[in-house]
């Protein structure tokens, strides 16, 4: 294996490979191609009909509006794209990764100790600005969608107080793990030669099951407070589910997510003996009890399946690909040189324009992953089925899509493409759902401001 990457370095590796055009034209090629899937589900989103399996469940009025928020949300990606398109264009063609490379250099030799200003110190600045950079750059639409678009169809529950709080925790979050996290990428690197992509394989398999302990410990309280789900019949029942799946649940909690929108969901972290199911509080307050317990036993439908352990397995293989043809890359001089760096060559910058390099291929592998989840997805909700909760299930995915407002219906090539989940039609369809009356949520009256569809683990 180790031959054939040499070999193919070698063929990569020529003067006036026109590596800037082609990474320039990938990405020009992918916006276009995303925009015109954009386009075909635009008219999708014009239609005037709900989808029959839910004329009977869903009001004229949330179809009306649940097709306007889509639109909507169209418009603002369009846009948004488009605006990163012209930024990442204008970051090549400026030469502006030389010289955030070199600003950080001179600031380390300005400010910081002699022992300071090697390469995986002056790496670490320059990946921090660059963060910095990025977000700068992307500040202006997070506020908008947040603030403009999400407060517009009533999800937003933020203030600006919490946004620019949440803002500064998540820097703070990244300056405190990205300079060892780095550090150790780069170590790893430089010390194990032209096999470090066997080695930087393991550190990464070691770090997702690392930041899977940290996560709920010292990041997920920064930002959400998790409380133990009050003694009742939702407890009772829940805990008899995981008991009946021999689930190893460790604590049940209830995240207060209504204090920044209105999202309604459920899902499950922890390591293989110790798991912690996490209900959104908004979700309780919204479903019948029955309703909520049919949610968590979709989602533990994925871990007794083995999809949770499937995917984590496909990472891995994932990540072993990356580092083995990043190994292609990391000494290629052309690449470097088209890009500015004709006499250093920057580990981290190659690693950066090297994933640009692999855009074609993530987007394959993106749409047969997709495709892979759509395939979990209806078989978790066969499992719930098996379990008895055909009905409740049914209704609560049906309740969740007015709560959200979600797309009711889709173009198949832009559903392929970008929906991680089938939509509801289909899956009602799975279920063999008879469409028999319309679904009523417990405060129906508060469905026109409930949730858009963000983490959406259901």
Same mark, same amino acid.
């Given at each position: 294996?180790?031959?054939?990457?040499?070999?193919?370095?070698?063929?990569?590796?020529?003067?006036?490979?026109?590596?800037?055009?082609?990474?320039?034209?990938?990405?020009?090629? @992918? &916006?276009? *191609? $995303?925009?015109?899937?954009?386009?075909?589900?635009?008219?999708?989103?014009?239609?005037?009909?709900?989808?029959?399996?839910?004329?009977?469940?869903?009001?004229?009025?949330? &179809?009306?509006?649940?097709?306007?928020?889509?639109?909507?949300?169209?418009?603002? @990606?369009?846009? =948004?794209?488009?605006?990163?398109?012209?930024?990442?264009?204008?970051?090549?063609?400026?030469?502006?990764?030389?010289?955030?490379?070199?600003?950080?250099?001179?600031?380390?030799?300005?400010?910081?100790?002699?022992?300071?200003?090697?390469?995986?110190?002056?790496? %670490?600045?320059?990946?921090?600005?660059?963060?910095?950079?990025?977000?700068?750059?992307?500040?202006?639409?997070?506020?908008?969608?947040?603030?403009?678009?999400?407060?517009? *169809?009533? *999800?937003?529950?933020?203030?600006?107080?919490?946004?620019?709080?949440?803002?500064?925790?998540?820097?703070?979050?990244?300056?405190?793990?990205?300079?060892? %996290?780095?550090?150790?990428?780069?170590?790893?690197?430089?010390?194990?030669? =032209?096999? &470090?992509?066997?080695?930087?394989?393991?550190?990464?398999?070691?770090?997702?099951?690392?930041?899977?302990?940290?996560?709920?410990?010292?990041?997920?309280?920064? &930002?959400?407070?998790?409380?133990?789900?009050?003694?009742?019949?939702?407890?009772?029942?829940?805990?008899?589910?995981?008991?009946?799946?021999?689930?190893?649940?460790?604590?049940?909690?209830?995240?207060?997510?209504?204090?920044?929108?209105?999202?309604? =969901?459920?899902?499950? *972290?922890?390591?293989?003996?110790?798991?912690?199911?996490?209900?959104?509080?908004?979700?309780?307050?919204?479903? $019948?009890?029955?309703?909520?317990?049919?949610?968590?036993?979709?989602?533990?439908?994925?871990?007794?399946?083995?999809?949770?352990?499937?995917?984590?397995?496909?990472?891995?293989?994932?990540?072993?690909?990356?580092?083995?043809?990043?190994?292609?890359?990391?000494?290629?001089?052309?690449?470097?040189?088209?890009?500015?760096?004709?006499?250093?060559?920057?580990?981290?910058?190659?690693?950066?324009?090297?994933?640009?390099?692999?855009?074609?291929?993530?987007?394959?592998?993106?749409?047969?992953?997709?495709?892979?989840?759509?395939?979990?997805?209806?078989?978790?909700?066969?499992?719930?089925?098996?379990?008895?909760?055909?009905?409740?299930?049914?209704?609560?995915?049906?309740?969740?899509?007015?709560? =959200?407002?979600?797309?009711?219906?889709?173009?198949?090539?832009?559903?392929?493409?970008?929906?991680?989940?089938?939509?509801?039609?289909?899956?009602?369809?799975?279920?063999?759902?008879?469409?028999? $009356?319309?679904?009523?949520?417990?405060?129906?009256?508060?469905?026109?401001?409930?949730?858009?569809?963000?983490?959406?683990?259901?």
């Amino acid at each position: 294996m180790l031959d054939i990457l040499q070999r193919l370095a070698r063929f990569l590796d020529r003067p006036l490979f026109p590596w800037k055009r082609l990474i320039i034209g990938f990405s020009v090629a @992918q &916006f276009l *191609f $995303e925009g015109f899937l954009g386009i075909r589900q635009y008219g999708v989103l014009k239609r005037t009909k709900p989808p029959k399996v839910l004329e009977l469940e869903v009001s004229q009025d949330v &179809f009306d509006k649940s097709q306007a928020y889509g639109r909507a949300k169209a418009k603002f @990606q369009l846009v =948004n794209n488009l605006i990163g398109q012209i930024q990442n264009i204008a970051l090549y063609q400026l030469d502006i990764l030389p010289k955030l490379w070199s600003w950080s250099g001179n600031l380390l030799l300005r400010f910081a100790p002699a022992r300071f200003t090697g390469e995986i110190s002056q790496s %670490i600045v320059f990946i921090l600005a660059f963060m910095l950079l990025n977000q700068a750059l992307t500040l202006p639409s997070s506020i908008y969608h947040t603030f403009v678009l999400e407060e517009k *169809f009533g *999800f937003n529950k933020q203030t600006p107080q919490l946004f620019v709080t949440d803002l500064i925790k998540s820097n703070l979050v990244a300056v405190v793990l990205a300079p060892p %996290i780095l550090a150790g990428f780069l170590a790893i690197i430089k010390k194990t030669g =032209n096999q &470090f992509f066997y080695y930087l394989w393991l550190f990464g398999a070691a770090l997702q099951v690392f930041m899977i302990t940290i996560y709920p410990i010292a990041i997920l309280p920064l &930002f959400n407070k998790l409380s133990p789900l009050e003694e009742g019949k939702l407890k009772t029942d829940v805990e008899g589910l995981a008991a009946k799946l021999k689930f190893p649940l460790h604590e049940l909690y209830v995240i207060d997510g209504s204090k920044r929108s209105a999202h309604s =969901n459920a899902y499950f *972290f922890g390591l293989p003996w110790k798991k912690h199911i996490v209900i959104y509080d908004t979700l309780i307050e919204k479903s $019948e009890t029955q309703e909520v317990v049919a949610v968590l036993a979709h989602e533990l439908g994925h871990w007794s399946l083995g999809h949770t352990t499937k995917l984590f397995g496909i990472s891995q293989v994932h990540f072993f690909y990356i580092f083995s043809l990043f190994s292609v890359f990391i000494n290629n001089n052309s690449l470097y040189s088209a890009f500015g760096f004709h006499k250093q060559h920057p580990i981290i910058v190659g690693f950066l324009l090297f994933s640009d390099v692999l855009g074609p291929m993530d987007t394959i592998i993106k749409l047969l992953m997709n495709i892979l989840s759509r395939r979990f997805e209806f078989q978790a909700d066969a499992f719930a089925d098996k379990l008895g909760y055909n009905a409740e299930l049914a209704r609560s995915l049906i309740k969740l899509q007015i709560q =959200n407002l979600s797309t009711m219906d889709a173009d198949w090539a832009f559903a392929s493409y970008h929906f991680s989940h089938p939509i509801l039609s289909e899956r009602l369809k799975a279920l063999k759902w008879e469409s028999k $009356e319309k679904v009523e949520t417990k405060s129906d009256e508060k469905t026109d401001v409930a949730t858009a569809t963000g983490r959406d683990e259901l």
